[in-house]
């Protein structure tokens, strides 16, 4: 990872962009926003609780961020991870590669991310919205408890 600056972070506080930091050889800055959405497996969501093994996932990332800097010609990378509840249209995750040309910059990233979710021990449980508008003429085909689990029947 030679000349690679590398920033990994998994925090609690809200993720702000930083500031860009051109080192004057990259052609490419790609920044990656992952936001968490409304829909979980077809299902509304409040959002989603995400923990992590904190030290283990900052470890992997740090790996990442390396084996990526091998694979493609990185200058830049920096990962920063949210835990804890995140509702529904904020950031959970801020990923930003600096690369000389786009194509090495989309694919790093896409690598990366790729890489993340197989490999770092961040795990997510959705916080399903509650359906209070059901009719008692049309009872769910499945019931479901408040952490979105299906649940016995009664």
């Known amino acids: 990872m030679a000349n690679v600056v590398c920033e990994v972070l998994v925090t609690e506080a809200s993720l702000d962009t930083p500031p860009k930091a051109h080192r ?67 950031l959970s995750l801020f990923l930003r590669v600096a690369t000389p040309h786009r194509s090495e910059a989309f694919r790093a990233s896409q690598w990366i991310v790729d890489e993340l979710k197989k490999k770092v021990p961040i795990w997510k449980r959705p916080k399903f919205k509650v359906d209070n508008l059901r009719r008692a003429s049309h009872p769910p085909s499945r019931s479901y408890d408040v952490a979105g689990s299906e649940a016995a029947k009664v």
């Open 24 to 90: 004057g050889d990259a052609g490419a800055i790609n920044d990656f926003w992952g936001v968490v959405r409304r829909l979980e497996d077809g299902r509304e969501i409040d959002g989603i609780q995400y923990e992590a093994h904190r030290e283990m996932a900052e470890h992997q990332l740090r790996q990442i961020a390396g084996q990526a800097a091998e694979k493609f010609p990185l200058q830049l990378v920096i990962i920063h991870h949210r835990v804890g509840f995140i509702a529904v249209g904020e």
